[in-house]
């Protein structure tokens, strides 16, 4: 793209949700855009959560506005990226220690929100949901939905490229250079060395680190950091996202995604934007509350835990004690041409990147409305909608199962040959999150070896036996986590399969954090 | 129906005492619910590769390095390389052809171009010493998913050797490990698929690498055919699971138990017993059956097997006879490495005759615990899992067979 | 000073009460798996055939699948049902049970089973239709062209092993068959026993009385297992629950219920609760009730065959059918046996015969089910064995048809070890 075209210069910091929806949306309003993530995309908040495409219902009683904000945004995503969108469903159950009168105000409240509910017979529920409590005794459907995060931030990536974006991902960025108070460009460095991008504005997307990005920017950002723990179930135990039928809290929601179901969240005060660690007692905590809504929750296995670490803005002169506003903050650094962006939820990063937009282009005097909403986001229109079952059917049409590389998810050998060959994405945790290998229950016992066996085959410089070794310490740190039951004996045949027959060494100490979801 | 000895469990230290105690004259029935982890065995003799992260030349000598408390402790030096002799020359080794005896480890090659320590390797395993500085081909069959041949080829090029990979399509129509192999098993003329084989061998080939598929009956015919078709050496390397280096081992166990007339009742899962004082009855099977014992051996195979059970709140138990688990680590660690040796470790405690505890200081008389059922070791930091298992089931026997007298 | 780990239940003298798995359990059971492949290893059927992906994939695997949509597949159809895959499974999943499930759903949504499956899955009444006159039904079944008819319109295979009928023998040699009194045992003949193999039951009933029992038979037995396995769960569903009422007086009175068909058992064990849900009292009494033979008479009477004074000096193959390791028994038949003089024994290399029920009876599926079967068979070809002895009765009629040796139920060897039935159960 012939640049002298494009309008003002732009960096993003942040390959997350909220990042790419700001850098999409600047680049449908011409502006010049460099996307940096420090990682791959989404490998932080944004797939460290438990997945819904929310309908706002969670909402409908405690901020019925920003519940119906989702509805909307819920609808405008399921338009623009159907492929990535799973139509579950959700429902609200009344279960006997739920206050008595939430349902009332729940319906009223999504009536209000314009989000589509009806009540349901109890009996009904119980019956196409064998495996929740008994004991409900009010439910209600709402349209919520589950999303697959690396599917949509690939998309919107790929949109971003096409019309002329960058989007350098692995790339870190180091400093400003804020000469004359203005933002002039942006110092990154990546796998081959450092780079310097001229910039006319920064946008700060980082999520959890926005406050170390923002102290690189000279400015200060206070930031509440929370963590949230979520457990992995080997299959889906439901068919719809199941919330209780109260004030939305923490420990309240199990959702069916992809092939497993998800049970969230803890929620506690961290310090450290990076953690990871899920404790041993938050897992206990986890079950100790699933157990009311399925009963019987210890007998079911749990592939692994992994945590995820959710920024807010923390308003000036807040109460304290009261909780803090689920909306979007964006902050104008003045006039140096640097904005922050934080808080607010996956179901809302489109309409986040749209405010985003907004200040950016008012900085610039440009008057061009967003058009994220209405431009489609896959040249073609996008595809048809996100079914689990597309890869097991797939396999049992083409009659390939020799060539299925990652059995428990059906992922075919040549997908994975074209993604290295097309993307020259070799990274297995990129292969993986892109394709969902070694997801399933044996975490990686046997595709991993399958994985390093390919790559390496196509690439014989690639350090695959390296990658092997830390793809596999990787998927065991989640995994022992959950360590119980047939899980345990997974976890043990996985020790004798890499240790006792490949050879590979399991060091704590050579393998640091990170990559771990 | 009443048998001398009960062996409860499939696993290599099950075979192992009930292939002693048959030789012994005594009368054995082994029980057990489901296949053993042999069908994960890589081959080899694995007795002791690691200590603290570093290979081990000397397993003997390094065993003093050990817990107190580990099985290799509880035997002594001596005692183990009684058992470990017993084997190579046990029809259970003989079958399997370990080239033993040795008191050394050498290096097996690994399918992920790694090297592992093995005190004897099973026939034909592919060995670094037999490998490094010859020209090699790596072969792999087409659609056949178990063997990285290319991590394998990548590593040994990386290392600097002269390597090729090839790949051609299987006998028979299936491409997994075992019906590749028993298609090896069916054929009429090995010689003949090698020779077709030596049109696409590169010429200058010293040594062919394979996975360990060819055949699990009558792989040494099969290999010493491509021997002679291709004029080259001919060694496998292990699969990922199933393994067949360890299901010909378990065949040859299973052959020699129906040889000597003793019992399999497969699909009995011991689910309980009755004890007067410290010594065993009878155990009793999940739909009720019951069996007579003099003596007990308890094969169950530990954590990977469901020997031992870890419940959601990280405490192990051990379900068929109720014994107490030994934990010394919460399971509850933060790191991978560490959460996999509390696992491992954990365990049933015994004393030297690996007969655990009943009460106070004083053991059960006629229960043993073998294998991973043991407390105190690592099979996958220490690379050791055959070597307990032949220890400790050939020392558990031997302690049966004392206790019933003549 | 005794002491027991576990707790006795409430089956007084039956020792432990296993509960009965029911569909839900079946299918949770699919998060017991490790993906170890030990079932692929074994299972007969993926063994000799590409098209089936064998039992991890179609079983534990695929239902992670299946239970989020519907899923159009081959795999469970493939599946031959022996149970080999459970049986071997160190982890505890009912891999068998998951794939029949699968089986029914897709049977459902296809609206029902072909003309040829129908007809296998009504032993009884093709086996009454014989009684009629089995005479005539012999000369129609071994008539070629009516065989190839009734394929083209079946399905069923023209080379698969019918038996003969032989009337309602059984029954009428039990009409006149008077029994001393004594402890009360129910014996469950099966169809095979009614209709095809009389002898057998003689066998049976004879070696009970000789042991003291006074034997009852209940009037009917199909217990319907044909239906279960090829997925017609709806047309077994009442036939199921009729038969349960039939033995809740015997199981009720606390007898034993023993049978001589393995599967026709094993259904009653434990098929009823896990392909049609049933684990109500009535129910699970029936199934805690049932035993087979051979696992009853080892369990209670093993000392009476160690001192059989009859020598059958034979050489015999015994061949442990692929049901029988759903028991978790063993092979009591086998240990049995052993303690019979005279008689030396080898054993089957082979897991399944390939038959598996009515499986290689389908025209499709029997090129698979003879693939299956061909080591057994040419094993017996090499040792030449003077009997065969297997515990089924499809596999007997299977593999005395392909080898051409005879193929006896143990408890027939048994009868003739204790001099009940010289003479007349095999010919010298």
């Known amino acids: ?517 | 129906m009443n048998y001398d000895v009960v062996v409860i469990g499939t696993e290599l230290d099950g075979w192992v005492a009930a292939a002693r105690l048959l030789e012994l004259g005594r009368s054995v029935c082994i029980a057990a619910p489901g296949e053993g982890s042999l069908h994960y065995a890589p081959g080899g003799l694995h007795v002791l590769g690691h200590l603290q992260g570093q290979p081990v030349t000397e397993p003997y000598a390094g065993i003093s390095a050990l817990h107190d408390h580990h099985p290799y402790r509880l035997a002594g030096a001596d005692r183990m390389h009684a058992a470990l002799s017993w084997f190579d020359n046990s029809p259970l080794g003989a079958g399997f052809t370990y080239r033993g005896g040795q008191r050394c480890n050498s290096l097996a090659v690994t399918s992920a171009g790694l090297q592992l320590p093995v005190l004897s390797s099973c026939d034909h395993q592919a060995g670094v010493e037999q490998v490094q500085g010859n020209v090699m081909t790596v072969l792999n069959f087409s659609g056949h998913r178990d063997f990285p041949s290319g991590l394998l080829a990548a590593e040994f090029i990386r290392n600097g050797e002269r390597v090729t990979a090839i790949a051609v399509d299987p006998p028979g129509a299936r491409t997994d490990s075992v019906t590749i192999a028993n298609a090896f098993d069916t054929m009429d003329d090995p010689g003949a698929w090698f020779g077709d084989l030596s049109a696409v061998l590169p010429g200058d080939t010293d040594v062919l690498l394979v996975p360990a598929v060819l055949g699990s009956k009558r792989h040494r015919d099969v290999i010493a055919a491509a021997t002679r078709a291709l004029d080259c050496t001919v060694l496998e390397v292990p699969t990922l699971p199933p393994c067949l280096p360890g299901i010909r081992l378990r065949n040859a166990c299973e052959r020699y138990i129906h040889e000597q007339a003793g019992t399999l009742r497969r699909g009995f899962r011991v689910a309980g017993m009755d004890a007067d004082q410290d010594r065993v009855r009878s155990v009793t099977g999940s739909t009720g059956q019951t069996i007579d014992v003099s003596a007990v051996i308890l094969a169950t195979g530990g954590v990977l097997m469901g020997g031992l059970e870890v419940d959601s709140h990280g405490k192990i138990t051990e379900p068929a006879m109720g014994l107490d688990a030994c934990q010394t680590q919460p399971l509850s660690k933060v790191g991978a490495e560490q959460a996999v040796d509390a696992l491992h470790r954990a365990g049933i405690e015994t004393d030297e005759d690996f007969r655990p505890r009943h009460s106070g200081s004083r053991p059960w008389q006629n229960l043993h615990v073998t294998g991973r059922n043991l407390a105190h070791w690592n099979p996958g930091a220490e690379i050791s899992a055959e070597g307990v298992a032949i220890v400790s089931g050939w020392l558990a026997a031997e302690a049966a067979h004392r206790e019933l007298g003549s | 000073m005794t002491t027991t780990h576990l707790d006795r239940d409430s089956h007084e003298g039956r020792g432990f009460s296993v509960p009965l798995m029911t569909p839900a359990m079946v299918r949770q059971s699919m998060d017991n798996c490790t993906k170890c492949n030990v079932c692929q290893v074994h299972c007969p059927v993926a063994g000799v055939t590409d098209a089936f992906a064998g039992p991890k994939y179609a079983g534990p695997q695929a239902e992670r699948f299946r239970i989020i949509d519907a899923v159009d597949e081959t795999a469970p159809m493939l599946c031959s049902g022996c149970g080999i895959c459970t049986s071997v499974c160190p982890n505890d999943v009912a891999i068998t049970d998951i794939i029949t499930l699968a089986k029914a759903d897709q049977v459902d949504r296809a609206g029902g089973i072909g003309l040829g499956q129908r007809l296998l899955n009504r032993p009884e009444l093709i086996g009454r239709l014989g009684s009629l006159a089995p005479w005539l039904a012999n000369g129609v079944l071994a008539n070629s062209l009516f065989r190839q008819i009734a394929v083209a319109v079946t399905g069923v295979s023209r080379d698969a092993p019918l038996p003969r009928f032989a009337g309602q023998r059984f029954r009428r040699w039990l009409k006149h068959l008077s029994q001393r009194e004594g402890p009360q045992i129910t014996y469950f003949s099966g169809c095979a026993v009614d209709h095809y193999d009389p002898d057998v039951g003689i066998a049976a009933v004879s070696v009970l009385n000789s042991l003291g029992y006074k034997v009852t038979v209940p009037p009917d037995a199909c217990c319907s297992l044909p239906m279960l396995s090829s997925g017609d769960f709806e047309t077994a569903r009442p036939r199921a629950r009729k038969m349960i009422e039939l033995l809740t007086p015997s199981a009720g009175a606390g007898q034993t219920i023993v049978g001589t068909s393995t599967s026709c058992t094993l259904t009653l064990k434990s098929k009823y609760a896990a392909y049609l849900g049933f684990d109500d009292r009535q129910a699970s009494e029936v199934a805690h009730a049932v035993s087979d033979i051979c696992g009853y008479l080892l369990e209670h009477h093993a000392d009476t065959f160690a001192k059989a004074s009859a020598r059958v000096p034979k050489r015999v193959l015994y061949h442990g059918p692929c049901q029988l390791r759903g028991h978790h028994i063993g092979q009591p038949a086998l240990e049995l046996l052993r303690l019979v003089p005279g008689i030396t024994i080898e054993l089957s290399q082979a897991s399944c015969c390939g038959v598996a029920g009515t499986y290689g009876y389908d025209q499709e599926k029997r090129p698979i089910a003879v693939d299956v079967g061909r080591s057994l068979i040419e094993q017996i070809a090499d040792s030449r064995p003077d009997l065969v002895i297997c515990d089924s009765e499809t596999c007997r009629w299977n593999i005395e048809q392909a080898s051409g040796v005879p193929c006896l139920h143990p408890i027939q060897v048994l009868a003739q070890a204790m001099e009940l039935t010289s003479g007349k159960v095999f010919q010298d």
């Open chain 1, 1 to 517: 793209m012939d640049k002298s075209t494009a309008g003002p210069r732009v960096v993003v910091v942040g390959g997350g949700a909220t990042g790419c929806g700001v850098a999409r949306d600047l680049i449908l309003r011409g502006f010049d855009v460099t996307l940096v993530e420090y990682g791959d995309l989404g490998c932080g908040t944004s797939s460290r959560f438990h997945g819904m495409l929310q309908s706002g219902a969670r909402y409908a009683v405690s901020d019925t506005v920003y519940a119906g904000e989702c509805m909307r945004e819920r609808r405008i995503i399921n338009k623009l990226a159907p492929e990535a969108v799973e139509e579950t469903g959700g429902l609200f159950v009344s279960l006997p220690d739920d206050p008595a009168d939430y349902g009332d105000k729940f319906f009223a409240g999504c009536q209000e929100a314009d989000i589509p509910v009806r009540e349901l017979d109890p009996a009904d529920v119980m019956a196409s949901e064998p495996a929740i409590s008994r004991g409900v005794h009010r439910a209600f459907a709402v349209p919520d939905a589950t999303v697959q995060p690396w599917r949509l931030l690939n998309l919107v990536a790929a949109d971003i490229r096409r019309r002329g974006g960058r989007v350098l991902l692995r790339h870190r960025v180091t400093s400003f250079d804020m000469t004359g108070g203005r933002v002039r460009a942006v110092e990154v460095e990546g796998p081959s060395g450092s780079l310097r991008l001229e910039a006319d504005a920064v946008v700060n997307a980082a999520g959890p680190w926005s406050g170390e990005i923002a102290r690189l920017l000279g400015q200060d950002v206070a930031l509440e950091l929370t963590k949230g723990s979520i457990l992995v179930f080997a299959h889906r135990l439901v068919t719809r996202a199941i919330n209780r039928c109260r004030m939305p809290s923490s420990f309240d929601i199990m959702v069916p995604t992809g092939t497993v179901s998800l049970f969230g969240t803890t929620s506690e005060v961290v310090d450290d934007p990076s953690t990871t660690l899920v404790r041993p007692q938050e897992v206990q905590d986890l079950l100790d509350a699933a157990e009311p809504m399925i009963p019987g929750i210890r007998d079911r296995r749990v592939l692994r835990a992994w945590a995820g670490v959710r920024p807010i803005v923390k308003p000036d002169n807040w109460p304290s004690g009261r909780s803090l506003p689920r909306r979007h903050t964006v902050i104008d650094h003045g006039a140096s041409g640097a904005f922050t962006i934080c808080g607010g939820s996956w179901t809302t990063h489109r309409m986040m990147g749209e405010d985003a937009g907004d200040h950016v282009a008012s900085f610039f005097g440009i008057n061009r409305p967003s058009e994220s909403a209405t431009t489609p986001l896959s040249p073609d229109g996008g595809g048809s909608a996100w079914n689990p079952t597309t890869n097991y059917q797939g396999v049992e049409d083409a009659q390939t199962r020799k060539r299925t590389l990652c059995e428990c998810e059906s992922i075919d050998r040549d997908l994975v040959s074209q993604m290295v060959n097309d993307e020259g994405l070799k990274r297995f945790h990129d292969l993986r999150r892109r394709l969902r290998i070694g997801f399933g229950p044996c975490q990686g016992t046997f595709c991993g070896s399958r994985l390093a066996g390919l790559v390496a085959h196509l690439d014989q410089d690639f350090p695959a036996q390296k990658e092997l070794e830390a793809f596999w310490a990787e998927r065991l740190k989640g995994a022992t986590r959950t360590a119980w039951g047939h899980h345990a004996r997974q976890i043990i045949l996985s020790d004798a399969v890499f240790r006792e027959n490949l050879g590979i060494r399991l060091d704590d100490k050579a393998h640091p954090a990170g990559d771990d979801r």
